[in-house]
Nanobody
Framework: QVQLVESGGGSVQAGGSLGLSCATS?????MTWFRQPPGKERGAVAT???????????DSVKGRFAISQDSQGKNKKTIYLQMSSLKPEDTAMYYC???????????????????????WGQGTQVTVSS
């Protein structure tokens, strides 16, 4: 199982910015940020494939969040989620996830599915106050 180590998060007022990072030393074909608001289901936020060939965002964060990655060598990389213009509805536990296999079908049909991922980070809290 791939180990994912998250950092960042915290509390901020609406309109502010926060950054998250997730480090791994194992191969991931693509990595995704998910979030789970209190009492709600976990949902996909943004994904990035190996070598940043494909980046996709959930409609709710387009134009406000930016996903990126930095490779430090063989399989070692860190992905980031820069969040700006934060809203109270962005309050959630944020998780990074790794999938070690690209889907055979259309990528956009799979990246939002929890079952597509082999490993998950421990989660980091983001709280946005109004």
């Amino acid at each position: 199982q791939v180990q994912l180590v998250e950092s960042g998060g915290g509390s901020v007022q609406a309109g502010g910015s926060l950054g998250l990072s997730c480090a791994t030393s194992e191969y991931c074909a693509y990595m995704t940020w998910f979030r789970q608001p209190p009492g709600k289901e976990r949902g996909a936020v943004a994904t990035i494939t190996d070598a940043s060939a494909t980046i996709v965002y959930a409609d709710s964060v387009k134009g406000r969040f930016a996903i990126s990655q930095d490779s430090q060598g063989k399989n070692k990389k860190t992905i980031y989620l820069q969040m700006s213009s934060l809203k109270p509805e962005d309050t959630a536990m944020y998780y990074c996830a790794c999938s070690q296999h690209m889907p055979a079908g259309i990528f956009n049909r799979y990246w939002t599915s929890l079952g597509a991922y082999d490993s998950w980070g421990q989660g980091t809290q983001v709280t946005v106050s109004s």
